[in-house]
């Protein structure tokens, strides 16, 4: 985190003056997470409503200078303590992360990532929701003139206007599924003019994030992208869309229960503020699949209230049955709808035909073919960074310690394959880390960049940390594969089928006519002993 000192730091408002002592890395959910079903699918890559695990950016910081803390981060603790030191009374905050965000000062690291997991279904979910918006009510009394404190009972509030936004915003945030529905009802059964008219204007939040989306779509398709990279997003916000109306009934059960719940215990009977239950708690609650008849029961006042509003309409409004009655249907089935998006999704599992698994293996064959080429004595057995082919056939003689892992893990790769045999690789690798011996190093790690004929770094003379945790990950994964030689074949068959299969390859492409046709009945004659061999030692 930032360093701090006294003078950035403002003992009557308890926050620093000058920098964070918070920051804030970027929250993604696990893809395998995002990847298990319908709902996780889609609602993990929301960037609106749950911004708890799709911290990619802040608006806050990027207009106003001031992030918002979520809960992971990395800071002083020191600084941490002193800032929020007696500023709220025991058992009083539920969800404490903006609040200790807005006193210790935070900062959105954009190249920090941390992986989240994900609600497992839509209950889970639900159920989530219900704890976040009590505790961002909880923070209601930090909207007035006197705030609550932890020695003084009430102090005067300094907290800036924009800090008292950030908390309305939470709040506003919680009421938007509510006052959706609101609309949507008064629209049909008081307001005056068309019931359409009410509904669309109700419904828009929901159509906002799709035309975004549409417009970032038509922007990328300009820059050639591919339509079915630029039209996921659109269908994604689509469908959150889609059950996000699907779900109204339900969710305003939710949020008016966590807020009047909280309403209670602030004002009343103070007690059980810090109640919650664990993300585990509620999985052995529902079940880690959702069951149709936990859904049902969970979620039956969504069948309720659409067979009374379905009662209201035909009984004072007939003329909007047209409209309404699509939405009582949806919100009926509401708790099939979740049962089936939170399946996990079966993948088939897919195949390689043989002309696949022989396309791939002369493309393996080909590529060990430019180590055997030109890793070797004069450049001290160190993977030259690259050949361009045309115009001059020039070699790229520099190289780097990602190349240097490569290099260990393609000899490993070509012995399994059985393009080389256990010798070649315990030569290539002694006489590779011969040659890293020989490089200049600093602590330990190598520099960045070296030519591999002279073994002089080459500028900027730098350190990468990904270069180097890459070959370290490179020297573990061939550490165990030096392991596995000796209890393998000493001859795989299968490289010579590949090596013949290059080299034949190659001759019809050198286009040499009748001259190479003796060569080709050879290739294959050798190919066909190969073959046989092959089987035989199955």
Same mark, same amino acid.
């Not at 009047?260 to 007690?271: E, G, N, P, Q, S």
């Given at each position: 985190a930032h360093p701090l000192n006294q003078a950035e730091f403002d003992p009557e408002t308890g926050?620093?003056?000058?920098?964070?002592?918070?920051? @804030?890395?970027? *929250? @993604?959910v696990r893809p395998s997470v995002a990847n298990h079903s319908i709902f996780t699918r889609v609602y993990s890559g929301d960037v609106t409503l749950d911004l708890y695990t799709r911290a990619v950016s802040d608006v806050y910081q990027d207009l106003f200078g001031e992030g918002s803390y979520i809960g992971k981060g990395i800071y002083d603790v020191a600084a941490f303590e002193r800032c929020l030191a007696d500023r709220v009374p025991d058992n009083t905050l539920l969800s404490h992360d903006l609040f200790e965000g807005i006193y210790g000062c935070c900062g959105l690291a954009t190249n920090i990532i941390l992986y989240e997991d994900y609600p497992t279904h839509y209950l889970t979910y639900a159920n989530r929701l219900h704890r976040w918006i009590r505790g961002d009510w909880q923070l209601l009394p930090w909207l007035m003139p006197r705030v609550p404190h932890k020695t003084s009972a009430k102090i005067p509030n300094n907290l800036s206007a924009l800090d008292r936004w950030k908390i309305i915003d939470n709040l506003r945030r919680s009421l938007i599924s509510p006052a959706t529905l609101a609309l949507m009802l008064v629209g049909w059964f008081f307001l005056p003019g068309f019931s359409l008219t009410w509904t669309a204007l109700a419904l828009s939040p929901f159509a906002f994030s799709i035309l975004t989306g549409v417009i970032v779509a038509l922007r990328a398709r300009r $820059?050639? %992208?591919?339509?079915?990279?630029?039209?996921?997003?659109v269908q994604q916000a689509a469908l959150r869309a889609f059950f996000e109306i699907v779900f109204l009934p339900h969710e305003l059960l939710i949020i008016i229960d966590a807020i009047?719940? $909280?309403? *209670?215990?602030?004002?009343? $009977?103070?007690?059980?503020?810090?109640q919650w239950v664990t993300a585990a708690h509620t999985v052995n609650i529902f079940g880690r699949e959702l069951k149709i008849k936990v859904a049902r029961h969970e979620m039956r006042f969504a069948f309720i209230f659409s067979f009374l509003m379905t009662a209201l309409a035909f009984l004072v409004h007939p003329h909007v049955l047209w409209l309404a009655m699509p939405f009582m249907v949806i919100w009926m089935i509401s708790p099939y709808i979740a049962v089936r998006i939170s399946q996990p999704i079966s993948r088939a599992e897919k195949k390689f035909t043989p @002309? %696949?698994?022989? /396309?791939?293996? %002369?493309?393996?064959? /080909?590529?060990?073919?430019? !180590?055997?080429? !030109? *890793?070797?004595?004069?450049?001290h057995w160190l993977p030259p960074d690259h050949f361009q082919e045309d115009p001059r056939g020039i070699v790229a003689h520099r190289t780097s310690p990602t190349n240097i892992g490569l290099l260990m893990l393609s000899t490993l790769s070509a012995w399994d394959l059985g393009y080389i045999g256990p010798q070649e690789v315990v030569l290539r690798v002694r006489n590779t880390l011969d040659g890293m011996d020989k490089l200049e190093k600093q602590r330990g790690h190598l520099l960045n960049w070296y030519d591999t004929r002279t073994l002089a770094p080459l500028p900027p003379r730098y350190i990468s940390t990904v270069d180097n945790g890459n070959l370290a990950a490179c020297l573990v994964a061939l550490r165990q594969g030096c392991r596995d030689i000796a209890g393998k074949p000493v001859v795989h068959w299968e490289g010579l089928i590949d090596t013949l299969d290059v080299l034949d390859t190659a001759l019809h492409q050198a286009n040499l006519g009748k001259d190479a046709n003796e060569l080709h009945d050879v290739i294959a004659y050798l190919r066909d002993q190969a073959e046989n061999l092959r089987k035989a030692t199955q």
């Open positions: 926050t620093l003056i000058d920098g964070y002592t918070v920051i @804030q890395p970027r *929250v @993604q $820059t050639g %992208q591919y339509p079915e990279t630029t039209a996921r997003p009047a719940t $909280t309403l *209670v215990r602030l004002t009343i $009977t103070r007690k059980r503020l810090l @002309q %696949q698994e022989h /396309s791939l293996r %002369q493309l393996a064959r /080909s590529t060990w073919l430019y !180590f055997e080429k !030109f *890793v070797g004595p004069d450049d």
